[in-house]
């Protein structure tokens, strides 16, 4: 071998290792918060035993590929395991989940097709996109316009595939699949879809679809065990079987594999709830953080904290595993230059104890920039403002709360400063049928019926934004979503130097505008907008609230555009089952998202 190969080789070492790019492999140690084994199925002694009791029967290992002597009674088994636990007709099992993509893509598209991919998709499937002969396009992360927009580009072709992953697993957030299939019915598209991180973590939906053509299950993460599965209908599988170079020219999967891969779906079958010690760390460790001031974006066991810095990031993982923790840097180009991050993953097995460890260690060792800090601008919190007095905030409040629930979204309603007896909080609870622990205490409570400062000054207290805020955003942090209502208008004063909008201000929440639909609105309704957009509060949405007045609706249309408007009408009889009647035929569900 010539001594220029070797030395351009070495060459490229020194530059991978002089920008913090060297990847090597070292022996596992510390507690684990890298490793995939969400549930711990690995260490499971009734997986191990069907392991053990599988190479007694069949031997270490397959002697061919499966279309020769490698066909065991046990690989049909597993499959049909597969099949009836992700709900399709049949399955066929590969090495690796990524082989199984690599077969996908490359045998199931053609020439006259087209790839629509989301931009973060594994890499297995970044190289089945290059290896298939099918035009690719890409689209921005969980874009549906994008993706829409991908889709209109494409009637040309001849089939529309939309590859993504249900879970995407440098990010922890999961895909819209529910939109993602609408526009698959309307665009006449198919999905590819990558089940890696979400397998045996949440129930399966919408994989009955016939628009659903694969879904791929990696044995190696919550299974615990390894290999790759692609469920399908019987007419794909078979085409795999006789059309994919990685199945067909590759030595079957161990016996051993796939009798551990059919005991850990039966455990998950028998015992549905072992997921839910995944998710109830996951959610624990994020309020941990939260709490300490750092942003881990996504819904998942996955936390990723973006530190952004390559060797910044090493730093903050070794520091962590001198402590004891088995935290690793995922850098470029695995992520996105400028986006290195831990990437901590949340195990069903953890203790209490050693994810407040982890979080304490966290905020000793890593030093995260401000923009990706809690104090940064979150998207699932909703400021309720009205125009004016019993206007309707707390009924909107209460739809919010409803709406809230309905979506899946495990939201709190705070009301900071309480004025008057009537105890806002309680209507908002009985309205949206909420358990008291949605309900957070107000920060102040005054007896008087009046503006925050008058009813401050009858009590003789001061009501300050440097008391409230911490407590406000300490709430905020503990919570995935919180609907914050107001006390009045945004402009009612707080003390003699300031108010409403300033608190509003600095909370850094967007704004659901409450307003009436009767005469008068349109100056007031302005006016607040107006005051909104000079303190930099985005408007997410305006409820008009009363009798329809559909001129009044139009003349504020025109002068915001890009905000939807609803209109919320006065029920004889305001009941849970009204909200419910209003939000069939309202979606509320953006509100929700970033």
């Known amino acids: 071998m010539s001594d220029n190969f070797l030395g351009g080789l070495d060459g490229i070492a020194t530059r991978w290792r002089d920008a913090g790019l060297e990847r090597k492999l070292t022996t596992p140690s510390g507690i684990d918060f890298s490793s995939n084994d969400y549930l711990g199925l690995s260490q499971h002694p009734s997986v191990a035993k069907a392991a053990i009791a599988a190479i007694k029967e069949f031997g270490a290992g397959a002697p061919s590929a499966r279309l020769l002597r490698g066909n065991y009674s046990i690989h049909r088994q597993a499959e049909l395991t597969a099949a009836q636990f992700f709900g399709t007709e049949d399955a066929l099992i590969f090495p690796s989940g990524w082989q199984a993509n690599i077969a996908i893509l490359s045998s199931l598209s053609t020439q006259d097709d087209v790839l629509i991919c989301d931009e973060l998709i594994h890499a297995s499937l970044i190289d089945g996109a290059r290896l298939s002969k099918a035009r690719v396009k890409i689209f921005k992360h969980n874009d549906l316009k ?39 019915e309307q665009y006449d598209a198919y999905v590819i879809l990558d089940l890696a991180h979400s397998a045996g973590l949440y129930p399966t939906r919408h994989y009955q679809s016939k628009r659903v053509i694969t879904r791929m299950v990696t044995g190696g993460k919550a299974l615990g065990v390894g290999g790759g599965i692609v469920c399908a209908s019987s007419i794909v599988i078979n085409h795999l079987i006789n059309h994919s170079r990685g199945f067909v020219y590759t030595t079957a999967v161990s016996p051993a594999t796939c009798a551990a891969l059919q005991r850990s779906m039966q455990l998950l079958r028998e015992q549905p709830e072992l997921c839910d010690g995944a998710h109830d760390n996951a959610q624990s460790l994020r309020k941990l953080l939260r709490i300490k001031g750092y942003a881990c974006p996504g819904e998942s066991p996955i936390l990723p904290l973006i530190i952004g810095d390559t060797l910044q990031t090493i730093n903050v993982a070794e520091q962590l595993q001198q402590r004891g923790f088995d935290v690793r840097a995922i850098r470029p180009p695995t992520v996105a230059e400028g986006s290195s991050r831990l990437r901590i993953v949340v195990r069903a097995t953890h203790t209490p104890e050693q994810l407040s460890d982890l979080a304490n260690a966290i905020s000793e060792c890593a030093i995260v920039p401000e923009a990706v800090k809690i104090t940064s601008r979150r998207f699932n919190d909703l400021l309720v403002i009205g125009t004016d007095t019993d206007v309707g905030k707390t009924v909107i409040s209460s739809l919010l709360m409803r709406a809230a629930s309905r979506y899946g979204v495990d939201a709190s309603y705070l009301k900071p400063v309480q004025t008057g007896k009537d105890s806002d909080s309680h ?144 029920f004889k009889k305001l009941s849970t089952a009204n909200l419910d009647l209003w939000l069939d035929t309202e979606n509320l569900e953006f509100l929700f998202k970033s």
């Not at 072709?157 to 993602?180: A, C, K, N, Q, W």
């Open 146 to 184: 994008e993706l829409e927009d991908r889709l209109k580009g494409s009637t040309g072709m001849h089939r529309r595939f939309i590859v993504v992953e249900d879970v995407y697993s440098m990010d922890g957030d999961r895909t819209p699949l529910p939109e993602i299939m609408e526009l698959c």
């Open 427 to 570: 209507s908002v609870q009985q309205l949206a049928a909420l358990d008291s622990t949605a309900i957070c205490k107000p920060l102040v409570e005054l007896s008087l019926p009046a503006s925050v400062d008058q009813a401050a000054d009858a009590e003789g207290v001061a009501v300050t934004i440097s008391d409230a805020l911490p407590k406000a955003k300490k709430i905020m942090a503990e919570n995935k979503s919180t609907v914050i209502e107001t006390a009045g208008g945004l402009l009612v004063p707080w003390n003699n130097c300031e108010d409403q909008g300033d608190f509003a201000q600095r909370l850094s929440v967007d704004a659901i505008l409450v307003a009436r639909t009767t005469l008068g609105t349109l100056n007031h309704t302005l006016l607040t907008i107006e005051a909104l957009n000079r303190r930099g509060i985005k408007l997410r949405a305006l409820f008009l609230v009363g009798d329809p007045h559909n001129e009044n609706k139009n003349s504020l249309q025109s002068q915001i555009r890009d905000v939807p408007i609803f209109e919320f009408p006065l």
